[in-house]
């Protein structure tokens, strides 16, 4: 168990719809990151947040946003679903602000877009 | 660009045997980090090893070991005297201002 929760598990919804992805960090760690995993795509870095604020953006989509709250918890909204929408998305934490090679990962959300 | 590159999807090792699972980059910054992750059939990202692209000696953690070869842009993971708990997908990254996965190796161990 790394520390990282992530809900809900598992998640059905239609295109078109919107809907919200939630983490909470592990313990003591201020940075919180999310990725997407499909098998055409592989893992994909989209966005990390340190303590609040955006640190750094990699292959995040207009549609998608996230942000990270006072208690540390981040939230990636994801919205305007189209099928190739459809993956795995973790969550990992680490303790400082730059982009960390120690992460831990969250078990991640399975997405199903029909 | 930022590139990473595993050009071995799948593989098949006997028990016991030493496994070297490829990973080359391509990065025009000076600074950068080259690193390991697996991932089980579980699903969790579990990291391994870490290799700093100004470190002199090549990283070791346990039975993982990283081959850093600077010239060549290589960052080969070496896992000696596999084990069946081995078996998972293998995932070479790179780490410079943000951070790129490659496609992964899906490593088997036969008993």
């Known amino acids: 168990d790394s520390g990282v929760t992530q809900t809900p598990k598992h998640l059905i919804t239609a295109t078109g719809q919107r809907v919200t992805l939630r983490c909470s960090p592990r313990?003591?760690?201020?940075?919180v990151y999310w990725y997407q995993q499909s098998l055409d795509q592989g893992l994909q870095f989209l966005i990390q947040?340190?303590?609040?604020?955006?640190?750094a953006k990699g292959n995040i989509l207009e549609r998608f946003s996230a942000q990270q709250f006072p208690d540390l918890h981040s939230e990636l909204n994801l919205s305007s679903l189209e099928l190739g929408d459809s993956a795995l998305y973790f969550c990992?934490?680490?303790?400082?602000?730059?982009?960390?090679?120690?992460?831990?990962f969250g078990p991640g959300t399975r997405l199903t877009v029909t | 660009a930022q590139k990473i590159t595993q050009t071995q999807p799948g593989m098949f090792v006997q028990e016991k045997e030493a496994v070297t699972l490829d990973c080359t980059y391509d990065?025009?910054?000076?600074?950068?980090?080259l690193f390991w992750y697996k991932q089980p059939s579980s699903g969790e990202m579990i990291f391994l090893i870490y290799?700093?692209?100004?470190?002199?000696q090549n990283a070791t953690e346990g039975r993982y070991s990283l081959n850093f070869q600077k010239a060549r842009k290589s960052a080969n993971l070496v896992i000696s005297a596999s084990q069946l708990g081995d078996s998972a997908m293998y995932f070479c990254?790179?780490?410079?201002?943000?951070?790129?996965f490659g496609k992964g190796t899906r490593l088997h161990i036969l008993p």
């Open positions: 313990s003591g760690d201020l940075s």
């Open positions: 990065t025009s910054d000076p600074s950068y980090g």
């Open positions: 290799q700093g692209s100004y470190d002199q």
């Open positions: 990254a790179m780490r410079d201002d943000k951070i790129i």
């Open positions: 990992a934490s680490s303790v400082g602000p730059l982009i960390s090679y120690e992460q831990y």
């Open positions: 947040y340190y303590n609040g604020e955006e640190r």
